[in-house]
């Protein structure tokens, strides 16, 4: 059964940077369409970004554009999410996700999730 794991939030200061990590285990991420999701508080969850199994395809919400790159790298197992000039508002638990037909169509089934990662942005 796959099972997802996020690394690399953390207390940052606005206008810094971030990198999150995907991995997994029991199945590789190679075979996955990637989503990266985040929820904070008393919020509805926003999917940021997602990207095609071959990298062909990447989706961005308009909150992040221009700010959030995502890539992955399947030598390593590992999708990222590159984030920059953070802001108060990017402040939310990060998680990535997939299922079994998942292809970032927005619409999807999706069966695994990660537990998450913790992003702070304050000053």
């Known amino acids: 059964q796959l099972q997802l794991v996020e690394s690399g939030g953390g207390l940052v200061q606005p206008g810094g940077s971030l990198r999150l990590s995907c991995t997994s285990s029991?199945?590789?991420?190679?075979?996955?369409?990637i989503g990266w999701f985040r929820q904070a508080p008393g919020k509805e969850r926003e999917r940021v970004s997602c990207?095609?199994?071959?990298?062909?395809?990447?989706n961005y919400a308009d909150s992040v554009k221009g700010r959030f790159t995502i890539s992955r790298d399947n030598a390593k197992n590992a999708v990222y999410l590159q984030m920059n000039s953070l802001e108060p508002r990017d402040t939310a638990i990060y998680y990535c996700?997939?299922?079994?037909?998942?292809?970032?169509?927005?619409?999807?089934?999706?069966?695994?999730w990660g537990k998450g990662t913790r992003v702070t942005v304050t000053s």
């Open positions: 029991g199945d590789t991420l190679a075979y996955y369409a």
């Open positions: 990207i095609a199994s071959s990298s062909a395809t990447t």
């Open positions: 996700a997939t299922g079994v037909e998942y292809y970032c169509s927005g619409a999807e089934r999706i069966d695994y």
